[in-house]
């Protein structure tokens, strides 16, 4: 049986708004994610740019990036399906394709699944073995570690770190074929970025986390005095930490000065957040973060030796 986009959308009774050709790309867009999957990728391109030798190969560059929004599309799809009822329960969640009724589980599963399965195959076979298995690593790691860990540990947002942290490790296999320190290094300012940056979001949103049963360290830590040091603590590791590709000589000194002056800044925030934690407090970590990070992804592609 042949599936269209039409035979896949709930039909508009059971929809909370009418589904227009327009709002059934939003719907799409929603369902992949497509925020966070343009983030994945940016930080694949980071990592293949840096690991690449001249000249870049813009085929192979396109094939990874190709692989790679098909993988996170699918793990998107595939998390709000494993989530559909948790969602249902948060404000911030709730108008997703599955909670408003948009899409259909089955629907969704299918997207979802056949995603995640074409991306791992198309890696594999226009890239190399390497990038894929780190990519299937990712793409597990994420649906069947994490996303269940967030019922039941506080230690679900340091696990689910790694599958945020391997796709600039995956652009840089990509470029190199291989496995090394300064690949390594890229999966390691990721690793560290994102414990402030979700730290910041669970606070804001702890009441709504705990109404949909996700064990978030805010929600256990109703004072934040772990909350904050956390997010100071590996605020402040990640200043060392983004000067390793500087020490690995993947480039110079103008990245250096601004990872310092970009690191210092957001520690501040991170120092701010954890002597006050308010709602302000936590939206100036917040944006501080998604302000560093791009800013040191471009650092890098502007100074690379």
């Given at each position: 049986m042949k599936a269209t986009l039409q035979t896949l959308v709930v039909p508009a009774p059971l929809a909370k708004t009418p589904v227009t050709e327009k709002s059934r790309a939003a719907v799409l867009g929603e369902l992949f994610k497509m925020r966070l999957t343009a983030l994945v990728l940016l930080t694949t391109l980071v990592g293949f740019y840096l690991g690449s030798r001249t000249p870049v190969s813009w085929a192979l560059m396109f094939n990874t990036l190709f692989g790679t929004a098909l993988l996170a599309s699918g793990a998107a799809a595939l998390n709000q399906w494993l989530e559909r009822e948790h969602d249902a329960k948060m404000r911030r969640t709730q108008d997703r394709p599955l909670p408003s009724g948009r899409l259909?589980?089955?629907?969704?599963?299918?997207?979802?699944?056949?995603?995640?399965?074409?991306?791992?195959?198309?890696?594999?076979?226009?890239?190399?073995?390497?990038?894929?298995?780190?990519?299937?690593?990712?793409?597990?790691?994420?649906?069947?570690?994490?996303?269940?860990?967030?019922?039941?540990?506080t230690l679900n947002t340091v696990i689910g770190a790694i599958p945020g942290?391997?796709?600039?490790?995956?652009?840089?296999?990509?470029?190199?074929?291989?496995?090394?320190?300064?690949?390594?290094?890229?999966?390691?300012?990721?690793?560290?970025?994102?414990l402030p940056h979700f730290l910041a979001i669970a606070w804001m949103y702890r009441d709504q986390y705990a109404q949909a049963g996700f064990v978030m360290l805010p929600v256990v830590d109703p004072t934040g005095e772990r909350t904050g040091r956390q997010a100071l603590s590996h605020t402040l590791g990640l200043l060392p930490v983004s000067l390793c590709p500087f020490l690995f000589k993947m480039v110079g000194p103008v990245y250096?000065?601004?990872?310092?002056?970009?690191?210092?800044?957001?520690?501040?925030?991170?120092?701010?957040?954890?002597?006050?934690?308010?709602?302000?407090?936590?939206?100036?970590?917040?944006?501080?973060?998604?302000?560093?990070l791009p800013s040191?992804?471009?650092?890098m592609v502007l100074d690379k030796n």
């Open positions: 259909t589980a089955d629907a969704v599963l299918l997207i979802g699944g056949a995603c995640g399965v074409l991306g791992l195959l198309y890696l594999a076979l226009t890239v190399n073995l390497i990038t894929a298995v780190l990519g299937a690593l990712t793409i597990g790691s994420y649906l069947f570690v994490y996303t269940p860990l967030k019922r039941i540990t942290a391997l796709p600039p490790l995956m652009g840089w296999t990509a470029a190199r074929g291989e496995i090394t320190s300064e690949g390594w290094s890229l999966f390691a300012v990721l690793c560290f970025w994102q250096l000065v601004g990872a310092l002056v970009l690191g210092i800044a957001f520690l501040w925030c991170a120092f701010q957040f954890s002597r006050q934690l308010t709602l302000p407090r936590a939206r100036l970590l917040f944006f501080a973060s998604i302000i560093y040191l992804l471009t650092l």
